[in-house]
């Protein structure tokens, strides 16, 4: 039997608990103990650093980028004067080529006109000593004038033409040297010819 229930009452009117007593009160020069309150510094401290280092790995990246593609374009830069050193030594090979054939067409050029002069040369030349006497080309002169009778004799060459040093023998070095002064009083002709003075005292003779 609950020695209470006759003052809070018994059954379902009874009332709710008695209050617990109160503990001992706190003794002289104690000071009751406060509970801190939880504070948001650490998290705010730790979303600043998170902030920073995300920061920091922004910054890398875009610099590593940066420098990327800065080192793209020095490849690029570098693949091009590549590029164009090949195309260099391909355009040196084929103007070497060309060179070395522009020299052997000239040294054949060259052998065959030799070849052609020495022949014409020999032709006069009836003992084969390589030189040419005064009989010698008198007779040539004699044979081609028979040969092609149209061409007038004041237009043939004399002895003397050809015997440059006078010493009564004429070599093929003096027959080259006529034959080249010929050749080059050809081209002064023809350049004067072409001249607009010539040209105009070639029109002022027609018409007189």
């Known amino acids: ?15 709710p608990p008695p209050p617990p007593p109160p503990g001992p009160p706190p003794r002289q020069g104690q000071v009751q103990a406060i509970r801190p ?10 979303f600043l650093a998170a902030g920073a280092g995300a920061m920091k790995v922004y910054d890398m990246t875009q610099v590593e980028k940066k420098l990327k593609k800065q080192m793209d374009a020095v490849q690029t830069a570098l693949d091009f004067k590549r590029i164009e050193a090949q195309q260099l030594s ?5 103007l070497e080529y060309q060179v070395r054939e522009l020299q052997q067409a000239l040294y054949e050029s060259e052998a065959e006109s030799l070849q052609r002069d020495y022949d014409e040369f020999k032709a006069p030349d009836l003992n ?9 080309f008198a007779a040539y002169i004699t044979n081609y004038m028979k040969a092609y009778p149209l061409i007038s004799e004041d237009e043939y060459p004399v002895f003397s033409d050809f015997d440059i040093d006078q010493s009564g023998a004429v070599t093929f070095k003096e027959w080259q040297h006529y034959l ?8 002064d002709a ?7 003075a010539s040209q105009q005292q070639q029109q002022q003779q027609r018409r007189r």
């Open 90 to 94: 391909q355009k040196m090979h084929t």
């Open 190 to 196: 023809a350049r004067t010819s072409s001249s607009p």
């Open 37 to 46: 309150r939880q504070s948001n510094f650490f998290g705010s401290l730790f």
């Open 180 to 187: 080249q002064e010929q050749q080059k009083q050809k081209k």
């Open 128 to 136: 084969d000593d390589d030189f040419i006497s005064a009989e010698e």
């Open 1 to 15: 039997q609950d020695p209470l229930g006759d003052f809070y009452g018994s059954g379902p009117d009874r009332g």
